[in-house]
Structure formats: structure tokens, C-alpha cells
Nanobody, 115 residues
Framework: QVQLVESGGGLVQPGESLRLSCAVSENIFNFNALGWYRQAPGKQRELVADINVGGITNYLDSVKGRFFISRDNAENTVNLQMNSLKSEDTGVYYC?????????WGQGTQVTVSS
């Protein structure tokens, strides 16, 4: 069973940065896609960013130019650098991975942006 463990969440003020990291229990080189989703209170979970095996990235429109996703095949991690954070970025951030038809989720990490 693949395990994903997120870290790096916290409370920050608007305009500040956070870096989320997701440690994957298996060699991520074999994964078709890795990504980050978020869920705000009362809202549906949404894709924030993902990166495929070829390194092609995809971002939610509202985070383009502020968030950057990367994968480290040597360390088996997928990271999300979040800059210029806004209050609307608040939510629980989940790491997600897909290999063939199987999907895996982390337990989530809380990100709160508030003054």
C-alpha cells in the first residue's frame, strides 16, 4: 500500500510563503502523476497543481505564477512552493498520486492564511 505523508502546513499572513512536502513510500519515478489538491470549508476538493512523469505541470488558474510544483525522484518527494499567499488559499492540502488505475491520498495538512 502506497503511503503519502504531507508536511509544511501552518498559519501565515497574507503575502507570505509556505513550502509543502509530500513523502511517498515508493519510487515515484513509476507514478503517472503526482499532485496537490485542497479543500476549503464548505467547498469541494479542487486540484491545485500536478506534475506528470515527463515533468509537465498543470495549475489551478488562481495560483498560476504564485505556486510551483516539483518532484524529486531521488528523494521520492513532491513539493509545492506557495508564494504570495492569499486568504482564499486557506484549506486542507492533500497530496495525491496516481499509478496506472490506482490512486492514493495523504492525510492532509492545514494551511491557514490570515492576518
Amino acid at each position: 500500500q502506497v503511503q503519502l505523508v504531507e508536511s509544511g502546513g501552518g498559519l501565515v499572513q497574507p503575502g507570505e510563503s509556505l513550502r509543502l512536502s509530500c513523502a511517498v513510500s515508493e519510487n515515484i519515478f513509476n507514478f503517472n502523476a503526482l499532485g496537490w489538491y485542497r479543500q476549503a470549508p464548505g467547498k469541494q476538493r479542487e486540484l491545485v497543481a500536478d506534475i506528470n512523469v515527463g515533468g509537465i505541470t498543470n495549475y489551478l488558474d488562481s495560483v498560476k505564477g504564485r505556486f510551483f510544483i516539483s518532484r524529486d525522484n531521488a528523494e521520492n518527494t513532491v513539493n509545492l512552493q506557495m508564494n504570495s499567499l492569499k486568504s482564499e488559499d486557506t484549506g486542507v492540502y492533500y497530496c495525491h498520486s496516481r499509478i496506472l488505475r490506482s490512486e492514493y491520498w495523504g492525510q492532509g495538512t492545514q494551511v491557514t492564511v490570515s492576518s
